[in-house]
């Protein structure tokens, strides 16, 4: 196989119309399912800051620590804040946006040219 380009240029990928509709659709829900999300979850939040758990909650805390040392504070405190509406919608907002930028790098790409397809069965045989 030679290393030399081809002298066809790239050609424009022809799905790069869906990659960028698929971006701007998963932008569109993560923000809806982000917001749809902080607001119930917040709704419901309104029920558990009971103040009579506050010694319970001390307690599983304190529990957690002894059982599993340091590590079990750590997850305790980060099972805490995942049930917190603000750290989910980020979270979703985050994966969103990282979905969309894979979709959106996916519609830039070129097309690959596919002459040299080993794989294909074709009439010809792939140049060397």
């Not at 196989?1 to 869906?18: G, Q, V, W």
């Not at 506050?54 to 620590?65: P, T």
Request: hydrophobic share 40%; glycine share 8%.
């Amino acid at each position: 196989m030679s290393d030399a380009p081809s002298s066809e240029p790239l050609r424009p990928n022809p799905h790069a119309r869906r990659w960028r509709v698929a971006a701007l659709v998963i932008l569109v829900l993560g923000l809806v399912s982000a917001g749809v999300d902080y607001r119930l979850v917040s709704r419901s939040q309104l029920d558990l800051d009971d103040p009579s758990m506050l010694a319970f909650n001390k307690k599983e805390h304190h529990q957690m620590g002894e059982f599993f040392g340091k590590s079990g504070y750590l997850i305790d405190d980060l099972v805490a804040e995942l049930g917190k509406p603000g750290v989910q919608s980020a979270l979703i907002l985050a994966l969103a946006g990282l979905l969309a930028w894979g979709c959106w790098i996916f519609s830039r790409l070129p097309e690959v040219p596919n002459h040299n397809d080993f794989f294909k069965p074709s009439g010809e045989k792939p140049t060397d």
